[in-house]
């Protein structure tokens, strides 16, 4: 999907490799912790794992349900077009992971399974603090933004699931206009 998109990929299945390489690094589902291999805090960092995501103070616990259906939280650049509440996003029934219990501190729960404390899509803009494993503390900031998306059956996405993991890799890896000048960070003289 992304190669269709006009990314450049590179898929990488060892534990050594230079984050700073990258402009955007995608944790598949199949990884369960991501441990010290980089630090996700300061690099933008896509999680389509549910553990990982959670291993690294995203949530405090996860799971997964088949399902077809999303339910919209919030309307943002994500779920931009879309309207609060549930539609379709499989062309059959299929694996949907989510995240729940606590979540970090200024996270945005875009889109869920069934009801707002299960987060299908969660964004972790840069002034988002994760969480430790008690949910007690809420310290640890992010300096590059993160995402959880737990639509994990890429076979099954019909266009809106398509759709929403396009809006994903596009919020993650827009570069900003910092003094709102029309001209963004890699390219602003000032």
Request: glycine fraction near 6%.
């Amino acid at each position: 999907f992304l190669v269709d998109e006009g990314h450049s990929v590179s898929i990488l299945d060892d534990a050594v490799f230079d984050a700073d390489s990258y402009d955007l690094i995608i944790i598949g589902d199949s990884v369960s912790d991501i441990g010290n291999i980089f630090d996700h805090r300061n690099h933008k960092t896509l999680f389509l794992s549910n553990n990982a995501a959670k291993n690294k103070g995203v949530s405090s616990s996860s799971g997964t349900s088949s399902t077809r259906t999303l339910r919209i939280e919030k309307i943002n650049s994500i779920t931009e077009g879309y309207s609060l509440g549930d539609f379709q996003i499989y062309y059959a029934q299929d694996n949907v992971d989510y995240l729940t219990g606590c979540f970090p501190k200024n996270a945005i729960n875009l889109a869920s399974k069934s009801d707002s404390t299960r987060s299908v899509i969660m964004a972790l803009d840069k002034d988002a603090l994760l969480i430790d494993s008690s949910c007690t503390d809420r310290d640890k900031e992010i300096f590059e933004r993160n995402l959880y998306f737990g639509l994990i059956e890429a076979d099954n996405w019909n266009s809106d699931a398509k759709n929403l993991f396009r809006n994903s890799i596009e919020w993650l890896t827009e570069v900003e206009d910092f003094d709102e000048d029309g001209y963004n960070k890699d390219i602003d003289c000032n």
